[in-house]
Structure formats: structure tokens, C-alpha cells
């Protein structure tokens, strides 16, 4: 069984620029969840989407967002990329709500320079 | 407010070594906890996950260890290999996925 997939990799952006970051989960998995990860820092909550629609989003300004698909894939947009969005942007999926373990996808890596 | 709070920061140890990594809490209301285990520029792997009846929880090497009284839980990782160099991440769950809160981690590395 595949695991949970993202692209790309890596992204290099400059300053004022939108990127876009693609997730597919474990399929059967309706929950895709997206992270910050700064370096030295832990893992903060994004975005939260399940069956289309956003359930919950945390603490980051408009300038994030993103959608999920009918086929439960996730997009993540940043606009107006600055310096400190630099971070690991990693995407976990799980069975549906609940309280069950998510599983997460390697990463893209996105540089603002 | 959550808070998940891990030490130590950093751990250095000699392969075949033991080792504990700590883990305190003040989530409220508590679902269950979790440890990742994270490779350099990879996602989280879960190890581990124990609900509050729970006290202990092995997978191989690695043992998991809650007190819920004390909303404490140790990582206990035995026989080190270089492999297990990596970052160990606790998580705790107030129910629901999206209501998590993670700690940011002690980075163990295992040396010859």
C-alpha cells in the first residue's frame, strides 16, 4: 500500500512569490492535515481538511490556504511568500475524524529566498 | 494552555547504549499520546500511541511508558543501533485529529 505522497520535493521561491504544494493521502484516508515545520522548531498545525471541506485551520494568517479534491488529494497555497515561511511543509492523513494515528508524507521543502 | 514539553533537548550515546527520553504534558482533556520518530528531511513515523488506561507499550527496541497522574511519559529505546539516530517527537491528542499537540522533540544520535 502506498504511503502518503507530496510534491515536490523541494521548492525554491523568492520573496512576494505564491507556491503550491500537493499532497495524496493513504487511499481510503478522507483526513489530510497540513504542518509547518521551521527548523528548531516543532511541528505547528495548519490546515485540517476532510471530505472537501476545511474543518479547521490554526494560527497562520490568510495568506495560507488550500483545498481538497474529490479524490481526498490536498493542495497547499502560500502567497506573498516571505523569509520565515522557509519550512519543512509536511501532510499527514488518517481514517476519517477522529482520534486516528495520521500518517505523514516526507515533506517538501520549501526555501523563500 | 497544551503544552507538550520533551527532554532532553539533545541526546548523544554510543550504539549498543540504553537510553529514556522524557515527555510532560498539561493537555487537558487527554485522549491518548503518542511518539514519532523522525529520519533528517522525512515525515514522521509513529511508533507508539497509549490511551490514558494504558501504562506501557513496546514496539522492538523502543518501550513507551505513560503515567497519566502525572502526565508523564518516557521513550525507553534499548540495544541503540545507528539507526536510530533520528528526532523522537511526543504527541498528545485531546480527541480528534486535529487537536493535537506536538512537542518539538529530542534529537538522539547514535554514534560508534
Known amino acids: 500500500e502506498a504511503g502518503v505522497t507530496q510534491s515536490p520535493t523541494h521548492l525554491i521561491k523568492t520573496r512576494g512569490q505564491q507556491a503550491t504544494l500537493r499532497c495524496s493521502p493513504i487511499?481510503?484516508?478522507?483526513?489530510v492535515y497540513w504542518y509547518q515545520q521551521a527548523l528548531g522548531l516543532g511541528l505547528q498545525f495548519l490546515l485540517w481538511?476532510?471530505?472537501?471541506?476545511?474543518?479547521n485551520r490554526g494560527n497562520f494568517p490568510p495568506r495560507f490556504s488550500g483545498r481538497q479534491f474529490p479524490n481526498y488529494s490536498s493542495e497547499l497555497n502560500v502567497n506573498a511568500l516571505e523569509l520565515e515561511d522557509s519550512a519543512l511543509y509536511l501532510c499527514?492523513?488518517?481514517?476519517?475524524?477522529?482520534?486516528?494515528?495520521?500518517?505523514f508524507g516526507p515533506g517538501t521543502r520549501l526555501t523563500v529566498l | 494552555k497544551n503544552q507538550v514539553e520533551q527532554s532532553p533537548q539533545s541526546l548523544i550515546i554510543l550504539e549498543g547504549k540504553n537510553c529514556t527520553l522524557q515527555?510532560?504534558?498539561?493537555?487537558?482533556?487527554?485522549?491518548?499520546l503518542r511518539w514519532y520518530k523522525q529520519d533528517t528531511g522525512r515525515g514522521p513515523v509513529s511508533l507508539t500511541i497509549?490511551?490514558?488506561?494504558?501504562n506501557t507499550k513496546s514496539n522492538g527496541r523502543y518501550t513507551a511508558t505513560l503515567d497519566a497522574d502525572t502526565k508523564q511519559s518516557s521513550l525507553h529505546i534499548t540495544a541503540s543501533q545507528l539507526s536510530d539516530s533520528a528526532s523522537y517527537i511526543c504527541?498528545?491528542?485531546?480527541?480528534?485529529?486535529?487537536?493535537?499537540?506536538f512537542g518539538t522533540g529530542t534529537q538522539l544520535k547514535v554514534e560508534l
Open positions: 499527514a492523513s488518517s481514517l476519517g475524524v477522529g482520534g486516528d494515528t495520521q500518517y
Open positions: 487511499s481510503g484516508h478522507t483526513s
Open positions: 481538511y476532510d471530505e472537501g471541506e476545511e474543518r
Open positions: 515527555c510532560n504534558y498539561t493537555v487537558s482533556p487527554f485522549s491518548n
Open positions: 497509549m490511551t490514558f488506561s494504558e
Open positions: 504527541v498528545v491528542s485531546t480527541g480528534g485529529g486535529n487537536k493535537l499537540t
